[in-house]
């Protein structure tokens, strides 16, 4: 009886054993997930130094919906944020065959009164864009934004990059997750900083930072005249 | 104990029969029943196959599974759009979360919450917002609080951390412009 009962603990012990065994090969090819790092940012602190007096502000985030990134801003300046995300425009151009028709969009895609926005969140977009489309949605923010108003840029100082879009994940005012997703086309060449300059003729640069992630951070503000 | 239990509606109770639509005003009174409903935790279902056309409104938690157009109003308690929920409407509830597709404003007084695959098109005014990674959502949040102060400020740019800072890390973040 000892014996039998002894047999059926190995059995079961047998059992589960092989189960385990066959768990591990599975667990152990199951992708790694890498450990998101955070970013080092200079130019972000700036930006919501200029905002957070302000009463209410209103920005507009160009990237993609981040639920933390809108917490993020909704808690640190108590604005209203409005999301428009350039990258699902520029795909959806793309699918349809009509990127060429991307400046005269852009001229027409922002509903806003002009000069009613305070702050401008535009992330890396421009890297995307060609010439036309970039000169356009560039004069389109400038109109959009109110006298004082400051908008925030990240241009890629690295060419030949693979197809991806980036979301920047706000951690703190000085640090940002970089979260890829695919794109359907890759970056367009590197901007030089005197492109990028000429581009928002209308408005002023603030402070540049050269990151070491070969990213330079730029902050334009609108005269306040 | 069990008796109890078959009692009490399900959570999600099976769709009604196929409806056609709906009078143009709905409005659910917080009779004595429901409310012992509502206390029990028990929420109104609004089956996939129902079509509401006009203003929806009442006094205890609501899940949406089918179409409805025109305001939702539930000021006091919970609404939730399932996964297979259609609004084109203006939304006020205390809680709105989403999981199906709603096209409107959406003013909540507590939390908006737009869950995976969720899908918001317009504006949302309410004091917390959750939004879930692969969540749709195109139009502005207005997280409104009183006087509209910030509740918690960015640590000031003090000099002397930016100083430190630059110094570990000399070539990051190399200020290359006026």
């Known amino acids: ?225 | 104990m069990w008796k109890r239990d078959e009692s009490v509606k399900p959570a999600t109770p099976p769709a009604p029969a196929p409806a056609a639509p709906a009078a143009p005003a709905v409005s659910m009174p917080p009779a004595a029943s429901e409310r012992r409903h509502q206390h029990m935790g028990e929420n109104v279902n609004i089956g996939k196959s129902v079509i509401i056309k006009g203003e929806l409104s009442g006094s205890e938690d609501l899940t949406i599974e089918g179409h409805v157009e025109g305001r939702i109003e539930l000021k006091e308690n919970i609404l939730t759009i399932g996964p297979n929920g259609k609004i084109r409407a203006e939304v006020f509830a205390k809680s709105v979360i989403v999981l199906g597709e709603v096209t409107g404003n959406v003013t909540a007084s507590d939390k908006v919450d737009i869950r995976d695959n969720g899908s918001v098109d317009g504006d949302i005014t309410s004091p917390r917002v959750a939004i879930a990674e692969g969540a749709h959502f195109r139009g502005s949040v207005d997280m409104q609080r009183g006087g509209g102060k910030p509740a918690a400020k960015a640590p000031a740019p003090a000099p002397a951390t930016a100083a430190a800072s630059a110094a570990a890390a000399p070539a990051q973040g190399q200020k290359v412009g006026a």
């Open chain 1, 1 to 225: 009886m000892a014996e039998s009962a002894r047999s059926l603990t190995d059995l079961f012990g047998l059992f589960g054993n092989r189960r385990a065994a066959e768990a591990r090969p599975a667990a152990a090819s199951a992708p790694a997930t890498e450990p998101e790092v955070s970013h080092p940012t200079k130019a972000l602190q700036k930006f919501l130094g200029w905002l957070e007096n302000r009463e209410r502000p209103v920005l507009v985030d160009l990237g993609p919906v981040v639920g933390s990134n809108v917490n993020f801003f909704g808690e640190q300046l108590g604005c209203r944020i409005r999301v428009e995300d350039i990258a699902s425009d520029i795909e959806a151009h793309l699918k349809a065959g009509t990127i060429d028709e991307l400046p005269a969009f852009f001229a027409r895609r922002f509903t806003q009164p002009p000069g009613s926005v305070d702050g401008i969140l535009c992330w890396d977009v421009f890297d995307y864009l060609d010439k036309a489309a970039s000169q356009t949605l560039a004069a389109a923010l400038t109109t959009l934004l109110k006298p004082d108003g400051v908008l925030l840029g990240f241009f890629s100082t690295a060419e030949g990059r693979p197809p991806l879009y980036t979301k920047y994940v706000v951690v703190d005012p000085m640090h940002l997750k970089y979260r890829t997703y695919p794109a359907s086309r890759p970056r367009q060449r590197a901007l030089l900083n005197g492109d990028i300059i000429r581009m928002f003729g209308g408005l002023r640069v603030s402070d540049s930072f050269l990151m070491k992630s070969h990213i330079r951070e730029m902050l334009f503000r609108k005269s306040s005249t």
